[in-house]
């Protein structure tokens, strides 16, 4: 089984009719769709979110993910990230931590952000050094 951390910008891209690589994850049976505390944080920081209606589906669309959060072995390789210098926000590196904690592959069109992290595996991209 393929397990696949999907990070908030693929989220909004999906929310907004795009994305079909996250469709693939999510109706392919060989792997499965996760997100985390973090990213559902995002997601619902939407000021379009006002509205109790969007609102509601917002998080009918999260409940389709299973969630991974942290533990301590994520808590202690969030420190590790941020203190090397690897990733520099808080948010992406207890995404990345999990990752690397919970052996999921990245799904984000951000990998910039995570270009440093060693180990990290990313889905359907080349991490470029």
Known sequence: MV????DSDILIDYSKGWG????KV?????????ITPVNIAEFLNDK???S??????????????LVEGADRSVG???GELLRSKQIDYLGDALIAAVCLEKDM??????VKHFKRVKGLKFYGVEKKR
Not at 20 to 23: G, R
Not at 26 to 34: D, G, I, K, S, V
Not at 105 to 110: A, G, I
């Open 48 to 50: 379009n979110l006002k």
């Open 26 to 34: 999510l109706t392919n049976p060989a792997q499965e769709a996760y």
């Open 20 to 23: 079909a690589d996250l469709e």
């Open 3 to 6: 397990k696949v951390l999907v």
């Open 52 to 65: 109790k209606n969007k609102y509601a589906q917002a998080l009918e669309f999260l409940r389709s993910f």
């Open 76 to 78: 202690e390789k969030t």
């Open 105 to 110: 592959q990245l799904m984000t069109r951000n």
